[in-house]
């Protein structure tokens, strides 16, 4: 059974930054596509930023520049380093991986 386990959470003042990881377990092989979603109040999920076993990453135009996906293959982890957060930050940061497997979610509050 695959598990997805998120971490890094939390509230931040705008400007801030925080660092998600994201753990997969229950799994041999490893996952050719990692990627970090997330969801606001009233709003649809939105793909953040997407990152490939190769290390070709992806990101949605609104965080880049300012948000960076990394992983470790070996360990079928993959994190999101955000910097200069914004109150639109805010969301519920989902890990997905193979674009089947979707983690529990982790808060994301960006307020002063």
């Known amino acids: 059974q695959v598990q997805l386990v998120e971490s890094g959470g939390g509230l931040v003042q705008p400007g801030g930054s925080l660092r998600l990881s994201c753990a997969a377990s229950?799994?041999?092989?490893?996952?050719?596509?990692m990627a970090w979603y997330r969801q606001a109040p009233g709003k649809e999920r939105e793909l953040v930023a997407g990152i490939t076993i190769r290390g070709d990453t992806s990101y949605v135009d609104s965080v880049k520049g300012r948000f960076l996906i990394s992983r470790e293959n070996a360990k079928n982890t993959v994190y999101l380093q955000m910097n200069s957060l914004k109150p639109d930050d805010t969301a519920v940061y989902y890990c997905n991986a193979a674009n089947t497997y979707w983690g529990q979610g982790t808060q994301v509050t960006v307020s002063s």
């Open positions: 229950g799994i041999i092989v490893r996952i050719n596509y």
